[in-house]
């Protein structure tokens, strides 16, 4: 068992990050089991010198 100093602290710390979601407008991205993941992804890797190593 836990202390109600150490819940009180705990909550300091997770009820921000709770706020936060609530007030978050986006959306997560789904996508298709078994597929590379959403189009939008790719902005990951816009640089040039970057790519995808989708070699299975």
């Known amino acids: 068992f836990i ?3 150490e819940v009180e602290w ?3 710390v997770v009820d921000p990050i709770i706020k936060s979601w609530g007030r ?16 939008e992804a790719t902005r990951i890797m ?3 010198d970057h790519y995808w190593r989708n070699q299975i």
């Open 10 to 12: 705990a909550w300091r």
């Open 3 to 5: 202390r109600f100093d």
């Open 46 to 48: 816009d640089k040039e």
């Open 24 to 39: 978050e407008t986006d959306y997560i991205l789904t996508y298709p089991a078994g597929s590379w993941g959403p189009d």
